[in-house]
Nanobody
């Protein structure tokens, strides 16, 4: 089992920045690809960014490219999402997820992920 706990959400004005963290415990963190997803009110949960277990491969959805950066520190069992130039449309609950894998690659489909955190709210005011 893996437990994931997100932190770092909050209220920020448009154009501001936040850094989300996701701390993992329970199994070897470096054997997991990690992803950040978000769900806005009334919408489905969608991928934001994903990173391979080494950190060498990343993927971003178009709407966040150039603004968000996913990274990980395997020594700290933590994955991060640095969010800059935030927009009101970024408002959502953000979830981190872990996918057990031997491939050093990322995963873009939420149903591939094995473990999920409880989410952290990000609200961007205009």
């Amino acid at each position: 089992q893996v437990q994931l706990v997100e932190s770092g959400g909050g209220l920020v004005q448009a154009g501001g920045s936040l850094r989300l963290s996701c701390a993992a415990s329970g199994r070897t963190f470096s054997s997991f690809a990690m992803g950040w997803f978000r769900q806005a009110p009334g919408k489905e949960r969608d991928l934001v960014a994903t990173i391979s277990w080494s950190g060498g491969n990343t993927y971003y959805v178009d709407s966040v490219k150039g603004r968000f950066t996913i990274s990980r520190d395997n020594a700290k069992n933590t994955v991060y999402l640095q969010m800059n130039s935030l927009k009101p449309e970024d408002t959502a609950v953000y979830y981190c997820a872990a996918k057990a894998t031997r491939r050093d690659y990322y995963y873009t489909v939420q149903y591939d992920y094995d473990y999920w955190g409880q989410g952290t709210q990000v609200t961007v005011s205009s």
